[in-house]
């Protein structure tokens, strides 16, 4: 069974910067697109970043494209989401997710396979 496990969300005021970290488990995290996806209460689940397979091919929502780096350590099974320049607007509940079915990295929440249980985060302004 693969698991993801997020970590780095906490509270935060405007312009700081957070790192989020996911951790898998259970699977060859190695084969394995990775997203990011954040959502506030009421609204639908939105794309905020995705990374290939070997790191090479990144995709990052307009929103987030300037502040907003995804990385990846397969020698570590983690897949991280650096994040600066925070925004009031940024706050959510971020999650990692696994697509294993593919090596490039897609934007459809739906086309993942397996999610973490999400980290919150909040910025104050």
């Known amino acids: 069974q693969v698991r993801l496990l997020e970590s780095g969300g906490g509270s935060v005021q405007a312009g700081a910067s957070l790192r989020l970290s996911c951790l898998v488990s259970?699977?060859?995290?190695?084969?394995?697109?990775m997203g990011w996806f954040r959502q506030v209460p009421g609204q639908e689940r939105k794309f905020v970043a995705a990374?290939?397979?070997?790191?090479?091919?990144?995709f990052s929502s307009g929103s987030v494209r300037d502040r907003f780096v995804i990385s990846r350590d397969n020698a570590k099974n983690t897949a991280n989401l650096h994040m600066n320049a925070l925004e009031p607007e940024d706050t959510a509940v971020y999650y990692c997710?696994?697509?294993?079915?593919?090596?490039?990295?897609?934007?459809?929440?739906?086309?993942?396979?397996?999610w973490g249980q999400g980290t919150q985060v909040t910025v104050s302004a």
């Open positions: 997710a696994a697509d294993v079915r593919t090596y490039t990295p897609r934007t459809e929440d739906s086309e993942y396979d397996y």
């Open positions: 259970g699977g060859t995290f190695s084969r394995y697109a």
């Open positions: 990374i290939s397979v070997k790191g090479d091919t990144i």
